[in-house]
């Protein structure tokens, strides 16, 4: 709360009138206007059916679709092992999240312990990828508010974090470094110091966005008293994330249900006063911080031990073991064919992403791959407060309401 509430007295100062959206006759001829499917500002491939009044929103629509790619219908026909680097692309900038949700949900049908070593590898993973995803909103956001520069800097940190994801699993993107029963690897030599050396560095990078932007007279016309949407409105259609805490909510399942150890680390929840798009946009930046602290006392806090569960039934044998062993041999070979079975049941297990709760739904029918597979995908339900966010704004709020939104179409979509 104290960092939301910093930003907006450092932006006091600045005269900023309230917007009205005076109509000189009730009688103007509406105007449909199509939005996409293909336009810079739409973060994505979404089309928005916009109702307009002169400059003024009327009414909005939005058309979905256009990136679908029926995985959830093809996890259905993979086994457990294989869903994992096939969840991870649909929200493509929260990939180590869609891999956490899902692995999750398996890993309590078959109530598989999994080690602290791992849980806290986990924790730093998921919020450097909290930290990327937000640097990728907000560079792709002050582009549509003309803050041009803010990209190239936002970039510049997203890729001494991809270098990290790669350092630590040997890909930049879709790592598939979440595995059922713990991590992939553990980290290698010179890992921690990279990721330490980020982190002593971050805070002031922060701070950095914060001396371009909250006395940026244009950008806080763009975004302070614009669109603003009540809690109850937010509760009422399912909103969560960052969106429901900016208009107060702190409601945030880290601390709300806790999964991975997330209780074993202090860190504050952000929360604004205004629901507004500065409330929106002065969240995600303190976010970023505490995600900062988190990651920072994993790696204080690491502990020794195992990396993934020893249950030889899910987990591959170690590398070594396989020019040696021909057990070790005979299982990696039908586990990464056959795969292993999954007790009959079924289990949603929430988390919370960038924007805001996902969660995956996993029921099984005592096979090798999973009956049913859904993802509840926060892009998708928050989509639904953009009309009410908008109506009777003008189609320029609108732009910097969607970006605000931060919506991931391949999340979306699925």
């Given at each position: 709360m104290s960092e939301v509430s910093e930003y907006r007295r450092q932006e006091e100062s600045v005269d900023l009138s309230v917007r009205t959206q005076p109509i000189e006759s009730p009688e103007q001829e509406l105007l449909t206007l199509n939005m996409g499917p293909h336009h810079p500002a739409t973060h994505g491939v979404l089309r928005l059916l916009v109702t307009l009044e002169g400059e003024v929103v009327r009414d909005l629509k939005p058309v979905i679709g256009y990136v679908h790619t029926g995985i959830e219908k093809t996890a259905e026909d993979k086994s457990y092992w294989k869903v994992i680097p096939v969840v991870?692309?649909?929200?493509?900038?929260?990939?180590?999240?869609?891999?956490?949700?899902?692995?999750?949900?398996?890993?309590?049908?078959?109530?598989?312990?999994?080690?602290?070593?791992?849980?806290?590898?986990?924790?730093?993973h998921l919020e450097l990828n909290r930290i990327m995803s937000h640097l990728v909103w907000l560079g792709t956001s002050a582009l549509d508010l003309g803050a041009i520069s803010m990209f190239w800097y936002c970039f510049r940190e997203r890729e001494t974090i991809l270098d990290l994801f790669e350092m630590s699993s040997g890909q930049r993107m879709h790592t598939r470094y979440i595995q059922v029963g713990g991590v992939f690897e553990d980290i290698p030599s010179g890992w921690e110091a990279k990721c330490r050396a980020f982190l002593a560095d971050m805070p002031n990078r922060i701070d950095q966005y914060g001396d371009l932007l909250n006395r940026n007279e244009i950008v806080l016309r763009r975004l302070r008293g614009v669109c603003p949407l009540d809690e109850q409105t937010l509760l009422d259609l399912g909103v969560t994330g960052p969106l429901l805490r900016a208009a107060g909510n702190p409601w945030d399942l880290r601390k709300a249900a806790p999964y991975s150890s997330y209780d074993d680390f202090e860190f504050k929840i952000p929360v604004g006063t205004q629901g507004d798009n500065y409330d929106r946009y002065a969240v995600r930046v303190a976010e970023m911080k505490e995600s900062v602290k988190i990651v920072q006392q994993a790696l204080d806090g690491l502990p020794e031990g195992p990396y993934i569960t020893d249950d030889r039934k899910v987990a591959l044998p170690p590398r070594h073991e396989l020019a040696t062993s021909m057990e070790a041999l005979i299982h990696h070979f039908k586990l990464v064919t056959e795969g292993f079975r999954v007790p009959p049941g079924e289990v949603?297990?929430?988390?919370?992403?960038?924007?805001?709760?996902?969660?995956?739904?996993?029921?099984?029918d005592g096979s090798s791959k999973p009956a049913r597979v859904h993802m509840r995908d926060p892009s998708f339900v928050n989509l639904q407060a953009t009309a009410p966010m908008v109506r009777d704004a003008y189609i320029a709020d609108l732009i910097a309401t969607l970006a605000m939104l931060d919506p991931i179409l391949g999340g979306i979509d699925r």
């Open positions: 991870e692309r649909m929200d493509y900038l929260a990939y180590y999240f869609n891999a956490m949700a899902f692995c999750g949900a398996v890993e309590t049908l078959l109530d598989l312990e999994i080690p602290k070593r791992a849980q806290y590898l986990r924790v730093i949603y297990y929430p988390i919370e992403g960038p924007r805001g709760e996902l969660a995956c739904f996993v029921r099984s």
